[in-house]
């Protein structure tokens, strides 16, 4: 049973922002490996951490690994619990100072709240606090380059967007297509701006997706970016496969809200 320390507990009743990239908590055991929740991390970089470290938090069960990694330091934390070990990952720009009694507060957290079994919504609320989601964002459209809007998240205050967001779907399909004919290339990989009066889209194209965040105005934290990067990967590694296969069914992506609510305030 994984207890809190008094101190500890203290520090997690008002945990803040921690100088960190991102958070992922593992299963491990002799026979699998499996991410339960990842914010900040790509899962692609996850399974590599876990192929990683995996020999080493099975033979110590529980402890602490702190290594540099390129241009990253990571750090784990891991606690055995019945016949798996619960491991924290935490990934850190290198030579970057951070609050080593929170982060230890906020580990043991985080697996009692998996030994506990509480929803992922809970364990994402605590890593939220950590790692604050964006804010400024009005929409979120996730296009077929063939035009079939397959997701969209619209803030409640934005109704005419709302009413309109397969139209918008359509639009947004449609001008990509005539900027890459007009500028004679493919704009994969690269993020655009559609600019309008106190808004702009801000476009991502990755496998033929079109990811279009619609920002109040410029984007002043340094993690949008690499948000809208993270926000793509993942929907690309749950359904890549569905979208290709794609029979008109919606439904199929809703699950994708809780993804999105990692990283972006709507």
């Not at 619960?86 to 580990?107: H, Q, R």
């Not at 309008?196 to 105005?217: C, M, P, T």
Request: net charge negative; charged share 25%.
């Amino acid at each position: 049973m994984i207890v809190l320390e008094k101190g500890h507990q203290e520090l997690l009743d008002s945990p803040t922002e921690m100088n960190i990239l991102g958070v992922g908590i593992v299963s491990i055991t002799e026979k699998n490996s499996n991410l339960i929740y990842n914010k900040g991390i790509s899962r692609s970089l996850m399974k590599d951490l876990i192929k990683l470290y995996r020999p080493d938090i099975l033979k110590k069960k529980e402890g602490k690994l702190i290594e540099l990694l390129g241009i990253f330091t990571i750090s784990i934390h891991f606690y055995s619990f019945d016949a798996e070990s619960i491991a924290i990952f935490y990934v850190v720009e290198k030579d970057t100072l951070t609050n080593y009694d929170e982060m230890c507060s906020v580990s043991r957290s985080l697996a009692q709240k998996y030994c506990s079994k509480a929803p992922l919504s809970e364990i994402n609320e605590t890593c939220s606090k950590i790692i604050p989601s964006f804010e400024g964002l009005s929409a979120l459209f996730v296009v077929s380059t063939t035009g079939h809007t397959l997701f969209t998240k619209i803030r409640d205050d934005k109704v005419s967007i709302s009413e309109n967001h397969i139209q918008i779907g359509g639009f947004l399909s449609a001008i990509l297509m005539f900027s890459n004919e007009v500028i004679g290339k493919h704009s994969e990989d690269t993020l655009q701006s559609i600019n309008f009066k106190n808004q702009r889209f801000i476009i991502s194209v990755k496998d033929d997706i079109i990811f279009a965040f619609l920002v109040d105005q410029s984007p002043k934290s340094d993690n949008f970016e690499r948000y809208v990067d993270l926000i793509a990967e993942e929907f690309l590694d749950q359904f890549s496969e569905r979208v290709k296969n794609f029979n008109g069914d919606l439904n199929q992506f809703h699950c994708f809200e809780f993804v999105v609510d990692k990283y972006f305030c709507l």
